[in-house]
């Protein structure tokens, strides 16, 4: 069973640019939620979406936007990219039976 | 507020030592409690969940308990291997958000040969 997949892995932007990172979930799971990871921060959570409809929410700014699509793969958008936008950005699946997160290796994000 | 600590922030051990490292958590009510490993450059694999009625489960070598009363888990290594260099990462889901989990800052640990 293929694990849930990131593309980009690696990316550099510069700053004022946007930035759209991919996930694909496990076969079946319907819930997809993303993380941004920074060595000051640790896991922060950013959105989740389920269905197509976004469920939950973080602490994030109006930058950060995301969508689901109808065969529950997801991207997340980062707009007019600053300094601190630079981070591990984090997807992770689960089926809505377990609740239990499988995460993807991540989308490694340098704005410079 | 909720908020999940860990500690130490950071560990040394000898290859084949056992280790333990410390969860507490101001979260309540919560759904469940996860640790999570997570290699360098990867994403976090999950090692254990427990419920808030459960008070131990094990992963073969890695072990985990919970005390809901003074809100305290603790993750045991037994046997460290040197792939057992890791961060560790505690994360609680309050009963009312769903999966708009609370991270732990995570524990480092380096496995010495």
């Known amino acids: 069973k293929a694990g849930v997949t990131q593309t980009p892995r690696y990316l550099i932007k510069t700053r004022g640019q946007q930035v759209t990172l991919s996930c694909s979930p496990i076969?079946?799971?319907?819930?997809v939620s993303w993380y941004q990871q920074t060595p000051g921060q640790g896991l922060q959570f950013l959105f989740e979406?389920?269905?197509?409809?976004?469920?939950n929410k973080g602490n994030f700014p109006g930058r950060f936007s995301g969508r689901q699509f109808s065969n529950s793969r997801s991207e997340m958008n980062v707009s007019t990219l600053e300094l601190g936008d630079s981070a591990l950005y984090l997807c992770?699946?689960?089926?809505?039976?377990?609740?239990?997160?499988?995460f993807g290796e991540g989308s490694r994000l340098t704005v410079l | 507020k909720n908020q999940v600590e860990q500690s130490p922030q950071s560990l040394i051990i000898l290859e084949g030592k056992n280790c333990t490292l410390q969860?507490?958590?101001?979260?309540?009510?919560?759904?469940?409690l996860r640790w999570y490993k997570q290699d360098t450059g990867r994403g976090p694999v999950s090692l254990t969940i427990?419920?808030?009625?459960?008070n131990t489960k094990s992963n073969g070598r890695y072990t985990a308990t919970l005390d809901a009363d003074t809100k305290q888990s603790s993750l045991h290594i037994t046997a460290s291997q040197l792939s057992d260099s890791a961060s560790y990462i505690c994360?609680?889901?309050?009963?009312?958000?769903?999966?708009?989990?609370?991270f732990g800052a995570g524990t480092i640990l380096r496995v010495k040969s």
């Open positions: 992770a699946s689960s089926h809505l039976a377990t609740g239990e997160l499988f």
């Open positions: 076969s079946g799971h319907r819930s």
């Open positions: 979406y389920f269905s197509e409809t976004q469920r």
């Open positions: 969860c507490n958590y101001t979260v309540s009510p919560f759904s469940n």
């Open positions: 427990m419920t808030f009625s459960e």
């Open positions: 994360v609680v889901s309050p009963l009312e958000y769903g999966n708009k989990l609370v």
